[in-house]
């Protein structure tokens, strides 16, 4: 593993994170702002068949050790190809206004590894309960996310748009006869009613997160 190019902050709830190379693997320092699932990306070389695996030791700020977690497998390996860049368009910014937002990314070559793709607005939250510089839908029902692109394939045994947060999206990706979700290459964007806030969150970023599992109720899609 390695800092490379820097820490990547991965939950909307924490800052981007200061990384630093150590003897045995990297050191990341991060602000926590309350209880909950936080994650950090590093870059790391991993072998093909996913052999190996990494230990996980939280600390405070004065170095001691308060959790632990060692010998977490690496499983397989999988290859997401999909561009880093997105879109992220609104019509109106005003703060309190509902505006129309559009939000996307492109897939680079055709893929069978998404089940679902999750949309998680920049929130800011006090004790799990999110404040005043929340983003939130306004959603009432499927027919309000327009799927801009026909070829993504929405869910049709059950409802593509899971509207069980305010504070994200979750869209169901339809099966073909094989039982493979499949991704075209091209550029895929939703559009959908969102309550802009009336103070901006500190960490301002969207997220979409390309989502393999569905099903565990573990994973960060379910």
Not at 172 to 196: H, K
Not at 205 to 221: H, K, S, T, Y
Request: net charge negative.
């Amino acid at each position: 593993v390695s800092c490379q190019d820097g820490a990547l902050a991965l939950s909307p709830s924490i800052e981007p994170s200061n990384c630093t190379d150590i003897a045995d693997g990297v050191s990341v320092s991060h602000p926590v702002a309350h209880a909950g699932s936080h994650s950090v990306g590093v870059w790391a070389m991993l072998p093909e068949d996913g052999a190996g695996d990494f230990s996980v030791v939280v600390k405070d700020g004065f170095g001691e050790v308060l959790d632990a977690r060692y010998d977490i497998p690496v499983g397989a390996v999988r290859r997401f190809p999909v561009a880093g860049t997105g879109l992220l368009q609104a019509d109106v910014t005003s703060a309190g206004a509902v505006t129309l937002v559009t939000v996307g990314f492109t897939v680079t070559q055709r893929t069978t590894l998404v089940q679902a793709v999750r949309i998680v607005f920049p929130r800011t939250e006090e004790n799990g309960v999110a404040d005043k510089t929340a983003y939130e839908h306004r959603i009432d029902r499927q027919a309000d996310v327009q799927n801009l692109n026909r070829n993504f394939p929405t869910a049709l045994l059950s409802p593509w748009v899971d509207l069980q947060s305010p504070s994200s999206l979750k869209l169901l990706v339809d099966s073909n006869e094989d039982g493979e979700t499949v991704l075209v290459e091209g550029e895929y964007a939703f559009r959908f009613p969102v309550a802009i806030p009336y103070v901006p969150p500190v960490i301002n970023v969207w997220f979409i997160v390309l989502c393999a599992e569905v099903n565990r109720p573990e994973a960060e899609c379910a």
